[in-house]
């Protein structure tokens, strides 16, 4: 069983930035993938970003270029850097973590807006 605790979620303008982090209770050393899932009032969760043990990643097309996602297994962490915001990635953003996605964060609102 893992749990997930994401932070860093708030109020930003728009060009802003906001770094996302998710604590893991266990080790990540052996997860195979984790991500970063977003979500909007009416509209399904949404991939963002996933990366793997490896270190491999891959982005939804409207993020590339503007988030980078990385993983510290050393401190159990996973992270979601956002810049250049817009106000269209305004959702609560989910951390996941393993293959299926067995394990979802409670999730942390982003809101970008002047």
């Known amino acids: 069983q893992v749990q997930l605790v994401e932070s860093g979620g708030g109020l930003v303008q728009p060009g802003g930035s906001l770094r996302l982090s998710c604590a893991a209770s266990?080790?990540?050393?052996?997860?195979?993938?984790m991500g970063w899932y977003r979500q909007t009032p009416g509209k399904q969760r949404e991939l963002v970003a996933r990366?793997?043990?490896?270190?491999?990643?891959n982005y939804a097309d409207s993020v590339k270029g503007r988030f980078t996602i990385s993983r510290d297994n050393a401190k159990n962490t996973l992270y979601l850097q956002m810049n250049s915001l817009k106000p269209e990635d305004t959702a609560v953003y989910y951390c996941?973590?393993?293959?299926?996605?067995?394990?979802w964060g409670q999730g942390t609102q982003v809101t970008v807006s002047s």
């Open positions: 996941t973590a393993g293959a299926s996605n067995s394990y």
């Open positions: 266990t080790s990540i050393f052996s997860i195979v993938v």
């Open positions: 990366i793997t043990k490896g270190g491999s990643t």
